[in-house]
């Protein structure tokens, strides 16, 4: 199973905290986020299509939690990822 695959699984399951270059600017953002419908401030239509993302994706739709609204990565940016909110230490 690929890494971009375990981490749809994981936002599909819960939160995932992400690590990647913003394009444009290369400024590194962490960002916590999920795919976990029952975490999603959303209206239904909306969810489906974004659920069912595939690992071999080149951007990827998430919900970032702290933005409390869609945004997205592009894959080749990604630096890493984790499962979980992000450490405040």
């Keep these: 199973m690929s890494d971009m695959q375990k981490l749809l699984d994981k936002a599909r399951e819960g939160v995932v905290t992400v690590k990647f270059k913003k394009v444009g600017t290369d400024d590194i953002r962490i960002m916590p986020c999920t795919l976990k419908p029952e975490l999603l401030n959303h209206q239904p239509h909306e ?43």
Excluded: C, H, M
């Design 47 to 89: 969810v489906t299509e974004i659920v069912e993302q595939v690992a071999t994706n080149d951007r990827f739709v998430v919900w970032s939690l702290d933005k409390d609204a869609w945004r997205s990565f592009v894959a080749n940016t990604l630096i890493e990822w984790s499962e979980g909110y992000p450490d405040k230490g």
